[in-house]
């Protein structure tokens, strides 16, 4: 299948290790953020989102920070996986009522290493 | 398979030429979102529907473009007198109106020639 990604920064993490994907947001108007994983040839796969009332909401081995003051959000996979391999994106979507469009970040491509 | 599809997966077609594709949403959700993928990028939106409305279209959608979701299920994106620069992945996405969760399909690559 394609690649998704070809020159995206990568992160290079041990199997077993923690991995922690960072991303910087530009809308401070922004109310809901969400952390994608894809795949080659994939479309984008839901993790975990969080509203901006949140700083901070866990999932099962991931967990999203979200720092409104600096405008960053992380991704925190605790025991990566081979399975963990893709990349990933943060998106965010600006309060309106109701459910509107996603604007993604740049990627992180995260290898796996075993 | 209760997910959402589209179809084709792949289409290679030349310069110039029409191309329809098409998205099945969930099928409960009445939102549908339209995104282009390039290489090394990430999605970015097209247009969207609620229902069979079409409640916003990007600047990224020029002329040659065309979205429509007539019964408010499925819905197709034409592309007319295609150009090489059309090349990407078209992604469609559905939420329900007030669910924030976007649930994508696996895509539709094109590829002008």
């Known amino acids: 299948g394609e690649s998704v990604g070809l020159h995206l920064p990568t992160l290079s993490v041990q199997e077993g290790d923690n991995s922690i994907i960072n991303c910087a947001y530009s809308?401070?108007?922004?109310?809901?953020f969400i952390w994608y994983k894809q795949e080659s040839g994939k479309g984008p796969q839901f993790i975990i989102d969080?509203?901006?009332?949140?700083d901070k909401r866990q999932g099962q081995r991931v967990t999203v920070l979200l720092n409104k003051t600096v405008k960053h959000l992380s991704l925190q996979i605790a025991a990566t996986q081979p399975g963990d391999s893709a990349v990933y994106f943060c998106?965010?979507?600006?309060?309106?009522?109701?459910?509107?469009?996603?604007?993604f970040g740049t990627g992180t491509r995260l290898q796996v290493t075993l | 398979d209760t997910g959402v599809s589209q179809n084709p997966r792949h289409k290679i077609t030349k310069r110039g030429q029409n191309v329809t594709f098409r998205c099945d949403p969930i099928?409960?959700?009445?939102?549908l979102y339209w995104y282009r993928q390039t290489l090394g990028q990430g999605p970015e939106f097209l247009t969207y529907?609620?229902?069979?409305?079409?409640?916003?279209k990007s600047r990224l959608l020029s002329d040659r473009f065309s979205a429509e979701r007539p019964k408010g299920s499925f819905s197709t994106l034409e592309i007319q007198r295609t150009e090489q620069g059309d090349s990407a992945m078209y992604l469609c996405?559905?939420?329900?109106?007030?669910?924030?969760?976007?649930?994508f399909g696996p895509g539709t690559r094109l590829t002008v020639t």
């Open positions: 996405a559905s939420s329900s109106k007030t669910g924030y969760e976007q649930y």
């Open positions: 809308n401070s108007a922004s109310d809901y």
């Open positions: 969080i509203r901006s009332n949140m």
């Open positions: 998106a965010e979507m600006p309060y309106t009522g109701t459910a509107s469009k996603l604007t």
């Open positions: 099928s409960e959700h009445n939102r």
């Open positions: 529907f609620q229902n069979e409305a079409q409640l916003e």
